[in-house]
Nanobody, 123 residues
Framework: VQLQAYGGGLVQAGGSLRLSCAAS????????LGWFRQVPGKEREFVAA????????DYTDSVKGRFTISRENAKNTVYLQMNSLKPEDTAVYYC?????????????????WGQGTLVTVSS
């Protein structure tokens, strides 16, 4: 399974971005998918996850109400809509997939990772 994340960029505080992650190989509709982010010197942290059907989602507290994860199985793509962005959202964002149905925060449960896309939020 290969994952390709894109859509990052520079945005002012209060603005919006939509990240996308396209998958190839495997059976996309059977995967749970997650978004994580990382800043230099810190561990990669969980942002959001979605189950195979899109019927279950989970978010870290700091993005609840601002970010929305969704997926289009027909396009083998998962999205992260980010609204009301804050400077502290600045990070490299990674998409990840697992075939175990897991949508939690544990990085080690995600077997496949994309290369990351940089989001910079200016104040």
């Amino acid at each position: 399974v290969q994952l390709q994340a894109y859509g990052g960029g520079l945005v002012q505080a209060g603005g919006s971005l939509r990240l996308s992650c396209a998958a190839s190989g495997g059976t996309f509709s059977s995967y749970s998918l997650g978004w994580f982010r990382q800043v230099p010197g810190k561990e990669r942290e969980f942002v959001a996850a979605i189950n195979w059907s899109g019927g279950r989602t989970d978010y870290t507290d700091s993005v609840k109400g601002r970010f929305t994860i969704s997926r289009e199985n027909a396009k083998n793509t998962v999205y992260l809509q980010m609204n009301s962005l804050k400077p502290e959202d600045t990070a490299v964002y990674y998409c990840a997939a697992n075939v175990a149905g897991y949508i939690g925060i544990r990085r080690e449960y995600y077997a496949y990772w994309g290369q990351g896309t940089l989001v910079t939020v200016s104040s």
